[in-house]
């Protein structure tokens, strides 16, 4: 397995209480991704990082924030929960150069339950 | 609606091909990819193809690009039941630097 680790594994909050995940990755790749996977939708991108404090939105940014002050871990915080924002959120890593080029590793996911 | 489609459930049997198939909307697309999702887990990627390639073989996988049609087929022979999982298409929109987009995933059940 690449080395890319995601915490906690299962959380269950509440409407309105601020969240944290956590992607850690010991491949020193440079671009780091938070998506959600929710039923019928597939996997949509929150926001992407390509660098030590270099953070842009994607696809389903509001209502999520994101910071990476060291290259290997790359936070998303849900400043106000909503039930909304229950799915599987899911990590990803690239070394961002090479023939693919592509999001190669995923972590194995957080599944977010807000009541 | 969706930019990557991809039909929702396939079954085989064991032993037989599968052919997952997938269209996508942007011609400028560079790179096309294939994911596989176990239960439980993250996505793995199975394998990729250029937009100026037609045909692409990997052991037991062979993706079919139609660029004029936007179409991708994922197929797998001699399927076994190790290979039940969800798949998913994904392009590479905008470009070289663009996000990936996915499809909502296929569900292969393979049958004993």
């Known amino acids: 397995d690449a080395g890319i680790t995601q915490s906690p594994r299962h959380k269950v909050t509440e409407t309105g209480t601020p969240v944290t995940l956590r992607c850690h990755q010991t491949?020193?790749?440079?671009?780091m991704y938070w998506y959600r996977q929710d039923p019928g939708h597939g996997l949509r991108l929150i926001h992407y990082?390509?660098?030590?404090?270099?953070?842009d939105k994607g696809e389903v940014s509001d209502g999520y924030s994101v910071s990476r002050s060291k290259t290997e871990d790359f936070l998303l915080t849900l400043e106000s929960a909503t039930s909304s924002q229950t799915s599987v959120y899911f990590c990803?890593?690239?070394?961002?150069?090479?023939?693919?080029?592509?999001?190669?590793?995923f972590g194995q996911g957080t599944r977010l339950t807000v009541v | 609606g969706e930019d990557v489609e991809q039909s929702l459930f396939l079954s085989v049997r064991e032993g037989d091909s599968s052919v997952i198939n997938c269209t996508y909307t942007d011609s400028s697309s560079t790179y096309l990819y294939w994911y596989k999702q176990e239960p439980g887990a993250g996505l793995q990627l199975l394998t990729y193809i250029f937009s100026n390639m037609d045909m692409k073989q990997d052991q037991r996988l062979t993706v079919l690009l139609n660029k004029k049609d936007k179409h991708l087929s994922l197929r797998i022979a001699d399927t076994q039941t190790g290979d039940s999982a969800i798949y998913f298409c994904?392009?590479?929109?905008?470009?070289?630097?663009?996000?990936?987009?996915f499809g909502k995933g296929t569900k292969l059940s393979v049958k004993p």
């Open positions: 491949e020193n790749h440079r671009y």
């Open positions: 990803a890593i690239s070394a961002g150069t090479g023939v693919a080029n592509t999001e190669a590793f």
């Open positions: 994904a392009e590479r929109k905008g470009g070289s630097q663009g996000n990936l987009i």
């Open positions: 990082s390509y660098g030590v404090k270099d953070t």
